[in-house]
């Protein structure tokens, strides 16, 4: 999609389909027309009043008219609802109305939207972040995943022309600007859900070793992968635990630096992704319901592989370390089965319970090697790492799990901003006694299943020693299916989500 911005009035711009207005929410009674309006209500012939009156035209969020000309010429009018929300608020509903344009678009084959950013910029949200949002909203709204498709589907909108008109010209430069960053995270995010959507016959963890090295040569990143037998020197027994049961498809750690930008000492942020490319859940086999959804089990690592992108591409100060543990879970004559004990990189053992309960156990070496190793100041996991996450929070919010209060505090003001929500949960003592083991350091799994997202998230703790951590359990928040896609913002079509991706690069910019 070609986003650009103009200075001049909407219905000037030549050559497009559609002219998109905001109109926000007000109360049932007033129904009048925002003046801003006037000029659409004279070129439709005053359909816009007439809609208002009769209440088919509220400005509810997600609410779209699309209208024509009086003379049933030129480009068509689409008004989209903003809702009323107010604030911050505001941010996350201009990024829907971006998607609810771009899916319109491609319904009706609109290959083209000027769009009247005065309409947009409202109640405190500057004009600069308001083209932002929309645009976001509308690229990523539009993306489809349909490379294993071969009947015909419509073509995506190509041009979005945000228009400032008299009242904000003198903006041009900084919407520019902000367009073109916000452009090379949703490129970043693009590009992690075409590798997060491809299915586990073709992501392996060497496919995703190798879109690593892909990264890698196209970003000027250093790019580490270890094999198995790397892994067995290295004693990164959980990697290989888990690995061991997939005869074609065998582990990999993989790590990408990025090295960060300016003058002085730059901090050092790890990112550490579960790289789970199938999960039947091992010998502790998953009923077959839903079991497909396993191939997002991924999700963390390929998060990381768009961070990577995205701090890259926006050139952030701090240096980034990126870590995949990828493995594949699958049952048969080598698996590891419950009852074994594994001994993982840095000495620390675990005892398996619960052969299903492997994100934490490939996790476990990805977390003390990088610690080790980079001595970061910061680390952060992404993980679909418990369905008891799901059961607590839903699909719309992830769960955050942190030892440091400015580390925490940075990543909810982060999911703020980007629409990426957090929930914090508690670490407290009480959870890392409960996943001490009589037999080995930590058991990955308990015999009683409440608070599950919580032991969990305690058992990661035991392997990031003092450094400041966050963990993000984004097993709800990861994928779409046709179960889930009504807690979910219409920017994020069915599939990989890329959820993390465009928060920790806020997060990034941030420091
Ligand atoms: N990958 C799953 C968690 C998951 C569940 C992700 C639903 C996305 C949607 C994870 O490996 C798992 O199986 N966890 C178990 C842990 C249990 C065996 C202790 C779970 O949540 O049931
Ligand atoms: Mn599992
Ligand atoms: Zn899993």
Known sequence: MRIEAVSSEAWDVQDVDAVAVGLSETAPESKALPRQLQDEDQRTGGALSALLKRGELTGKRGELHSLVGGAGTGPRLLVVGLGKASGRALREDLRRAGAVLARHAKAHRLGSIAVRLSTFSLRGVEPSVAAADLAQGAELGAYEFSEFRTSERNPSLER????????????LPRVRSSLDRVGQVSEAVLWARQVGNQPANVASPAYLAEKAQELGRTMGLKVTVFDEAQLQKMGCGGLLAVGGGSSGHPPRMVVLEYPGRGAGKLPTIAVVGKGITFDSGGISIKPALHMSHMKFDKSGAVAVLGILRAAARLKVRPKVVGVLCCAENVPSGTSYRPGDLVRTFGGKTIEVLNTDAEGRVV???GLAWVNATHHPDAIIDLATLTGACVTALGHDVAGLFSTDERLARALLDAAEGTGEGLWRLPLKPLHDELVRSEVADVKNSLEAPPGGALTAAAFLHTFVGETPWAHLDIAGTAYVTSLNSKWVPPYHPPG????????????????
């Open 160 to 171: 979005l022309v945000v228009a400032l008109g008299r009242d904000l010209r003198r903006t």
């Open 496 to 511: 990989y989500v890329a959820f993390g991706v465009r928060l920790i690069t806020e997060y990034l910019q941030g420091l």
């Open 363 to 365: 996790l476990s070496d």
